[in-house]
């Protein structure tokens, strides 16, 4: 298909270098400031275009701005009648619904939203991360599910549907699966080093690289260790007044792992009633 992609930054470049590779035409590249550097170093053979003329000249127009920028994005496009009958317009946003898209629509265009199940830091390695990436593709019949599909296939992703009115819950657990993820290992290595443990990211990276792959392996269930699900209430309270003295502003997010720890614990059967009651005793005390 020839492609528009406006908003070429890390997910979109890749887009169009996967694309490419699998043999749609980028026909046009649209974006800010930095983005006419980043065509020269990773689509050579596009143009920069302003939004309205990339989008005019193409079947599919990607649009991979950051989230608050789709919406408006396509109501300009739909405006300026770069969008209309015949072409298809995509956002790649995992918490955004197809109704960010709804002006396009309106003009005549069809719509569908394909998301990678990735987290790209930047734009290598959002190319060499693409294939092999969970995608979820969203649209409004079938046959807009099928070309998601076949583009999400293109770019080497493994495809899934998903409905538009889930795409909010499961956006919530893709931060959880990664943003929160670094997160929780960012706050590890501070309260590392509050404990006075020398390199700490280094220290942390066997453990961290262990508890992900006994996940992948056991599932999370089977995987999870700690005082939570041994039912070991004194070390929590240990834990808890360790973080009062030294970084209290980190009590409520340890209340809320240990509470979600000990459901896991308790689902997968792996916690005696009142062992949980003896660790939300002392989390009561805490919230
Ligand atoms: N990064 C990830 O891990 C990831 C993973 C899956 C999906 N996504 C989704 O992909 C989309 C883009 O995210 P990203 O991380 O790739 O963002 P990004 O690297 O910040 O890229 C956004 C691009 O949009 C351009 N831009 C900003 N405002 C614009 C506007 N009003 N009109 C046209 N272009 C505009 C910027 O151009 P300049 O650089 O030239 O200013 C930039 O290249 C989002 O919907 C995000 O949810 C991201």
Same mark, same amino acid.
């Given at each position: 298909?020839?492609?528009?992609?406006? !908003? =070429?930054?890390? +997910?979109? @470049? *890749?887009?169009?270098?996967?694309? $490419?590779?699998? &043999?749609? %035409?980028?026909?046009?590249?649209?974006?800010?400031?930095?983005?006419?550097?980043?065509?020269?170093?990773?689509?050579?053979?596009?143009?920069?275009?302003?939004?309205?003329?990339?989008?005019?000249?193409?079947?599919?127009?990607?649009?991979?701005?950051?989230?608050?920028?789709?919406?408006?994005?396509?109501?300009?496009?739909?405006?300026?009648?770069?969008?209309?009958?015949?072409?298809?317009?995509?956002?790649?946003?995992?918490?955004?619904?197809?109704?960010?898209?709804?002006?396009?629509?309106?003009?005549?265009?069809?719509?569908?939203?394909?998301?990678?199940?990735?987290?790209?830091?930047?734009?290598?390695?959002?190319?060499?991360?693409?294939? !092999? =990436?969970?995608? +979820?593709? @969203? *649209?409004?019949?079938?046959?807009? $599910?099928?070309? &998601?599909? %076949?583009?999400?296939?293109?770019?080497?992703?493994?495809?899934?549907?998903?409905?538009?009115?889930?795409?909010?819950?499961?956006?919530?657990?893709?931060?959880?699966?990664?943003?929160?993820?670094?997160?929780?290992?960012?706050?590890?290595?501070?309260?590392?080093?509050?404990?006075?443990?020398?390199?700490?990211?280094?220290?942390?990276?066997?453990?961290?690289?262990?508890?992900?792959?006994?996940?992948?392996?056991?599932?999370?269930?089977?995987?999870?260790?700690?005082?939570?699900?041994?039912?070991?209430?004194?070390?929590?309270?240990?834990?808890?007044?360790?973080?009062?003295?030294?970084?209290?502003?980190?009590?409520?997010?340890?209340?809320?792992? =240990?509470?979600? +720890?000990?459901?896991?614990?308790?689902?997968?059967?792996?916690?005696?009633?009142?062992?949980?009651?003896?660790?939300?005793?002392?989390?009561?005390?805490?919230?």
């Amino acid at each position: 298909m020839d492609v528009a992609v406006i !908003g =070429a930054g890390r +997910a979109g @470049t *890749a887009v169009a270098v996967g694309l $490419a590779r699998a &043999g749609h %035409r980028i026909v046009g590249v649209a974006g800010g400031a930095a983005t006419a550097a980043r065509v020269h170093r990773w689509l050579p053979d596009a143009p920069v275009l302003d939004p309205a003329a990339a989008a005019a000249a193409a079947a599919l127009v990607v649009i991979g701005t950051p989230d608050d920028a789709i919406r408006p994005t396509a109501e300009r496009l739909a405006a300026e009648g770069a969008v209309g009958p015949g072409s298809w317009i995509v956002h790649l946003s995992g918490g955004l619904g197809l109704d960010a898209l709804e002006s396009a629509v309106r003009a005549g265009a069809r719509r569908l939203a394909i998301h990678p199940l990735q987290t790209f830091p930047d734009v290598d390695s959002a190319i060499d991360r693409l294939p !092999g =990436a969970a995608i +979820a593709v @969203t *649209a409004d019949d079938e046959e807009g $599910a099928e070309l &998601g599909m %076949r583009l999400a296939d293109d770019l080497g992703g493994r495809p899934f549907r998903l409905d538009d009115d889930r795409r909010p819950i499961y956006h919530a657990a893709a931060v959880f699966g990664s943003n929160y993820l670094v997160a929780t290992s960012a706050v590890a290595e501070t309260l590392m080093i509050l404990a006075g443990v020398p390199d700490p990211a280094e220290v942390l990276a066997p453990l961290r690289r262990a508890s992900i792959e006994n996940v992948e392996r056991l599932g999370a269930a089977e995987a999870l260790t700690g005082p939570a699900v041994r039912g070991d209430a004194g070390t929590v309270r240990r834990n808890l007044e360790a973080l009062k003295a030294s970084a209290p502003e980190l009590i409520h997010a340890y209340v809320s792992m =240990a509470r979600a +720890a000990l459901d896991v614990a308790d689902r997968a059967g792996r916690l005696a009633s009142d062992a949980r009651r003896a660790v939300e005793d002392v989390l009561d005390g805490w919230t």
